[in-house]
């Protein structure tokens, strides 16, 4: 159980192009979900935090505006990256809260290339 | 004070031992402290985790030692395996917000 699904687990697009990525729970229903942000041989950055229906709370540094995030329903939440350059590659990993739970359940990554 | 201090960065241990991470806390408000291994390329993993009322807890070869009055928590990984070569991340929260990670401890176990 509490298995979370990322898609796609790799991209790789040109620079200035919008890259969308899905995080859903498979088997839970998931008030909240985080986005996170890995660069190599570092620990997991968070860059925002959806609850759904609500706005995303995004953390110091982080541009809104360019990471664009969607809590649609209990078990979807969308990270789009907007024109995306070089620099925003990296690993994106998200994260789903059960419903009336604290443990935190991490997909498998996606990695963003930006050409 | 959110901040959680997690050493050593790297760790080798030789098949069978013992690995011993260890992670310290300044936020008394903190209650939940999970453990997560990492495999490259993969997403963290929930491992093990404890609440500050339990001392220590024990799920197979993996355990949380926990000390409230000195705000430090470490993990014990008996007769460690090259399969547990990964990274381990401790991390902490309170009321099920979000998560503070520790650095990270790279573990190699050789053969």
């Known amino acids: 159980g509490a298995v979370v699904s990322q898609h796609p687990s790799r991209v790789i697009c040109k620079s200035g192009t919008s890259v969308k990525i899905e995080c859903r729970s498979l088997d839970f229903q998931a008030t909240t979900m985080f986005w996170y942000r890995q660069f190599?041989?570092?620990?997991?950055?968070?860059?925002?935090?959806?609850?759904?229906?609500?706005?995303?709370?995004?953390?110091?540094?982080?541009?809104?505006?360019?990471?664009?995030?969607n809590h649609a329903s209990l078990t979807?939440?969308?990270?789009?990256?907007?024109?995306?350059?070089?620099?925003?590659?990296?690993?994106?990993?998200?994260?789903?809260?059960?419903?009336?739970?604290?443990?935190?359940?991490?997909?498998?990554g996606t990695r963003l290339l930006v050409l | 004070q959110q901040q959680v201090k997690q050493?050593?960065?790297?760790?080798?241990?030789?098949?069978?031992?013992?690995?011993?991470?260890?992670?310290?806390?300044?936020?008394?408000?903190?209650?939940?402290?999970?453990?997560?291994?990492?495999?490259?390329?993969?997403?963290?993993?929930?491992?093990?985790?404890?609440?500050?009322?339990?001392?220590?807890?024990k799920e197979g070869r993996f355990t949380i030692s926990f000390n409230k009055s000195a705000k430090q928590f470490s993990l014990h990984i008996m007769d460690s395996q090259p399969g547990d070569s990964a990274t381990y991340f401790c991390a902490a929260s309170f009321s099920g917000s979000r998560l503070t990670f520790g650095e990270g401890t790279q573990l190699t176990v050789n053969p």
């Open chain 1, 40 to 69: 190599p041989k570092q620990s997991l950055m968070l860059m925002a935090t959806s609850n759904e229906g609500s706005k995303a709370t995004y953390e110091q540094g982080v541009e809104k505006d360019k990471f664009l995030i």
């Open chain 1, 76 to 108: 979807l939440s969308t990270l789009t990256v907007t024109s995306a350059h070089p620099e925003d590659s990296s690993f994106y990993i998200c994260s789903a809260t059960p419903l009336a739970g604290e443990t935190q359940y991490f997909g498998p």
């Open chain 2, 7 to 57: 050493s050593p960065q790297s760790l080798i241990v030789q098949k069978g031992g013992i690995s011993i991470i260890n992670c310290a806390y300044e936020n008394t408000a903190f209650d939940y402290f999970p453990w997560y291994q990492q495999f490259p390329g993969k997403g963290p993993a929930l491992l093990i985790a404890i609440r500050p009322d339990v001392s220590e807890k």
